[in-house]
């Protein structure tokens, strides 16, 4: 056997490994859907280079097809449902809106084309032929899935590894035809220099789909950062940063409410049904306030039963209308804890300001909206202005 195709193989047999191991590693810090979508890359990887070396050092020392079935076979079920495993895990990673059929289209192509293997084709190797298919419907899948329109810092290296990919589709493509032609080596003279091409292509894949595992793990360790564990809320951190992002969208006179939350006795539900039935219950009500509000409002978990609600484009009247359906909805919002019935009320002071107003300023004028609803029976909604942070003024009850 040629030493370069030998030690290529072995090259891109270390890559392969050495890649699932830090994929791995990321996806244990971070258990989500996504990352398992790349450690089923990392691991689907290892099966198809298996499975293609082994193809390859098999037909290279010349092994006749009568003495080696089970280790061709084996050799194609790694690289046929490897590669499926490829195509489906990347799909996964990168949140394809065609995930889901994507991985179960694959699995189904993989089967077929293992199956193929059981028809006797004249004159060619149906195995060999198989295996073949198997990675260039691979390469033409990982291209289908990379070439797509995903967003920023995502789109980069996604682009640049699709093109990876649609390079290395005539690589196997063209053993296809050979197989099918049965002309052998023809078409390729000189099969190691397409070996180390298609190591290259694929070590430039890699780097690129690690490059996208990992953006994906710092917008993962990022949002849990900002973001309340139990209710799924931004946290007073996430707040900051939210608020300076929606500061930059707005014009400096459009119009933005900020709504100040306090669920009504929230102490008794945990004093007579435990900490557990609470925390169940301040979950339910941040996703009230999340079906109620539109997708780029922000909804802040302020800590305890305290919540913030942040309107843009939103005057006043619009948020009056939005928290008096809160309050509205918080009176149904019901629990039912071991047959007893759990349901409070809810009070709102909003504040109304413009996009280029202090944060701070807003917020604290919601809150003295937030204690004269309380302090005047809880249940209600009132509003608060700058004129009534100024002059001392209560805020109007509504």
Known sequence: MNADLLHSLVADGFVAI???ALIASLAAVFRHATLGGATMYALGHIGFTAGSSLFILLLTAGIPASQRPWLAWLALLASAFGSAAMVGGLAALLEHPLRHLIRWLCWAVATVIVSTALVPWPAVDPLKLASDLANSACVAGLAAVLLHAYPKPYRLPAWWAGVCAAALLPLYAIGSVQEWLGTGPVLVPHYVDWVWLDLALWSTFNLCVMMLASFRALTMFAQRARTDPLTGCLNRGGLQHEWEALSARLGANDPLSVMAIDIDHFKAINDHHGHAAGDAYLARFAGLLHSVVRHADLVVRMGG??????????????????????????????????????HTTASIGIAAGRGGDDMTDLIQQADRALYMAKTSGRDRVCVGGPTDARTGREPLSR
């Open 18 to 20: 050495t890649f699932a």
């Open 305 to 342: 039963e305290e919540f913030l609600v942040v309107l843009h484009r939103a005057p006043r009247d619009v948020a009056e209308r939005v928290a008096k359906d809160v309050v509205e909805r918080t009176r149904d919002l019901a629990m039912d804890v071991g047959g007893v019935r759990v």
